[in-house]
């Protein structure tokens, strides 16, 4: 059964709350956090970016559950802040595990979905046997236009996920994806910050999608919320995950492990695998987890996944790598002025 | 660097692959080829450091190349790996948390980067691990 391996996650240390973003912009700091029900958000070091976020989820996953480096067939690494417009961060990522030459490598792009979408093409290679293990990732360092809405919540980190079909951790029951043409977040090639249809990304965006991709879910398994133990879905803010749970008949309860946009921000292609991952972590075998990503543009894809008696055997060790929890935890806390020089946003003279 | 010296040192850059002699034991980081305890009795083969060590000696940078500027100051330090190899790298931490003897582990870091349109080097720089 083709399923996950293995997984990894990595958070950069640095965190900015959202009063010390709202102070900058004059902007009402208690409207802000609970409105988008966000207090702090993930910075990267200064010499960290979308391929060092990438690497060390992959090496944690790895640390986790050995692997052949040479079994590792595909790697698809999914950003919307890759480090070249033009060299894929998945070649990099492969270097750095020892899994090149003989694979397979591309790097994607779908909003915050890039990741789920890698992680459903390397089922398909997997389990049509081309390959013995492929790993997808999603990281970001992603960007939010200073003052804009999307700078509160534009956070920096990533989650690799190991999958193939020898004795998993957690089988991947089914997944199914729900996509249109819809214009409500984008960036065009050369520009520095994405934009976005204001208003309009939640109900023809977000929810439209994310409630496609998951009420198909239900249908074809034949399964209602209540047959799951844990939900987790995209989180560009606490809000929109709790509503779309609840339109859904998820409960907090099934969603609460998952929700670590909280303390975390927004981490794009990161967002709903960040999620699972945090969720896996406190998952046990048995365990019934619900996920639907959301990538504007724009498209969800749901995954039904079910936890195997191999996440509590000695074949995997989830303690050889830090948990989302233990990331989260010691923070460094840095003002504007840090953040924008962690950032880039600063510039400098030549 | 050029982008050809560069790419010839990623394997020792990214996954810290030095050499061991396997005649005497004794690690190398850079890597060589040679060893010079036993000569041509040295059977040397690849060897990828697990990327535990402490610091020996460390010197603080504050007055870097514009490629560094940036990241002003920050800690240069050798390190000893475990297996017994020294090399020469940063450690990401700030000046204050520096000390000799700390335990510390690699991590995969941009390195430098070639102005804003040339090739962005990433390699293994060090984190507090105590
Ligand atoms: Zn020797």
Redesign the interface.
């Known amino acids: 059964m083709v399923g996950i391996y293995s997984y990894g996650v990595y958070i950069p240390r640095f965190r900015i709350k959202i009063p010390e973003i709202a102070r900058v912009w004059g902007a009402n700091a208690d409207d802000l956090t609970k409105g988008l029900g966000v207090f702090e958000k993930s910075v990267p070091?200064?010499?960290?970016?979308t391929?060092?976020i990438a690497?060390?989820a992959a090496?944690s996953a790895m640390r986790r559950r050995s692997v052949d480096p040479e079994k590792i067939g595909a790697i698809y690494v999914g950003s919307e802040s890759h480090?070249?417009a033009v060299k894929p961060t998945a070649c990099?990522v492969g270097?750095?595990i020892?899994a090149t030459p003989h694979m397979t490598a591309a790097d994607y792009e779908f909003a915050c979905k890039a990741g789920t979408a890698g992680i459903q093409t390397c089922m398909g290679l997997a389990k049509s046997g081309m390959v013995p293990y492929g790993i997808a990732v999603g990281a970001d360092v992603a960007q939010g236009a200073p003052g804009d809405a999307l700078e509160y919540t534009a956070a920096a980190g990533g989650a690799a996920f190991v999958i193939g079909n020898d004795d998993p951790i957690a089988v991947i029951n089914h997944t199914c994806s729900f996509t249109t043409d819809t214009p409500d977040f984008w960036r065009r090639e050369g520009q520095n910050f994405p934009r976005h249809g204001g208003r309009f990304t939640g109900d023809p965006g977000y929810f439209k999608h994310v409630q496609g991709a998951a009420r198909m879910m239900l249908e074809q398994m034949g399964k209602t919320p209540s047959d799951y133990d844990y939900a987790v879905f995209h989180q560009p803010n606490a809000k929109f995950p709790q509503r779309v749970a609840k339109m859904l008949g998820f409960s907090a309860d099934q969603i609460r492990p998952g929700l670590v946009v909280p303390r975390l921000g927004n981490t794009y292609s990161g967002s709903s695998m960040v999620g699972l991952a945090a969720t896996l972590d406190v998952a046990e075998p048995g365990s019934r987890i619900f996920v639907t990503s959301f990538g504007s543009g724009a498209g969800s894809d749901a995954f039904d996944i079910e936890v195997t008696d191999a996440i509590a055997s000695g074949a995997f060790d989830r303690s050889a790598a830090p948990t989302v929890e233990q990331l989260l935890a010691n923070p460094i806390y840095v003002d504007y002025a840090l953040y924008a020089?962690h950032k880039g946003k600063i510039v400098?003279q030549r | 660097m050029s982008v050809s010296r560069f790419w010839r040192k990623i394997p020792q850059r990214y996954n810290l692959i030095g050499t061991q002699c396997t005649t005497c034991g004794r690690y190398f980081f850079p890597p060589r080829s040679f060893c010079p305890e036993c000569r041509r009795d040295g059977e040397i083969v690849d060897y990828q450091f697990k990327g535990d060590g402490e610091i020996v000696t460390y010197t603080v940078i504050r007055s870097a190349s514009d490629q560094f500027e940036n990241t002003t100051p920050y800690v240069l330090a050798i390190v000893r790996l475990d297996e017994g190899a020294d090399l020469t790298a940063q450690v990401v931490c700030t000046p204050e948390e520096a000390r000799i003897g700390m335990r510390v582990r690699s991590v995969f870091r941009r390195i430098a980067a070639d102005g804003e349109s040339g090739v962005i080097h990433y390699g293994t720089k060090f984190v507090p691990a105590e």
Not at chain 1, 45 to 49: A, F, H, P, V, W
């Open positions: 070091d200064l010499d960290e970016d391929a060092t690497v060390e090496r480090p070249y990099t270097e750095a020892g020089k400098m």
